[in-house]
Nanobody
Framework: QVQVAESGGGSVQSGGSLSLSCITS????????IGWFRQAPGKEREGVMC?????????VYADSDKSRFAIVRDNARKTLFLQMSNLKPEDTASYYC????????????????RGKGTQVTVSS
């Protein structure tokens, strides 16, 4: 049985840092793209960053995140980390990770395995 779960959310002040973990089990991790998404109150879910399968690189979906967020993929632990720094109030959202076979996609709907989310709150 495949499981995908996020952890590491919390509350921080503007300018602070958080590291989120996407922990998976039951899949051949290297064959899967793992994506991070977020959904702010009243807004649609959007892609943040994604790690392609088989060391195929990283996709960044929002330019505003490019210099502040980083992905670290640990194939041995079947875990993908989202390291966020210089957080801003507009980063406040529920953050989700999901897995799909093959390549990244910016569409949440095509990911076969999805977590339930972790809340990130950034105060000014």
């Amino acid at each position: 049985q495949v499981q995908v779960a996020e952890s590491g959310g919390g509350s921080v002040q503007s300018g602070g840092s958080l590291s989120l973990s996407c922990i998976t089990s039951g899949l051949t991790f290297d064959n899967y793209a793992i994506g991070w998404f977020r959904q702010a109150p009243g807004k649609e879910r959007e892609g943040v960053m994604c790690s392609n399968s088989k060391s195929g690189g990283i996709i960044v979906y929002a330019d505003s995140d490019k210099s502040r967020f980083a992905i670290v993929r640990d194939n041995a632990r079947k875990t993908l980390f989202l390291q966020m720094s210089n957080l801003k109030p507009e980063d406040t959202a529920s953050y989700y990770c999901a897995a799909k076979y093959g390549s990244c996609s910016g569409s949440w709907a095509v990911y076969a395995y999805r977590g339930k989310g972790t809340q990130v709150t950034v105060s000014s």
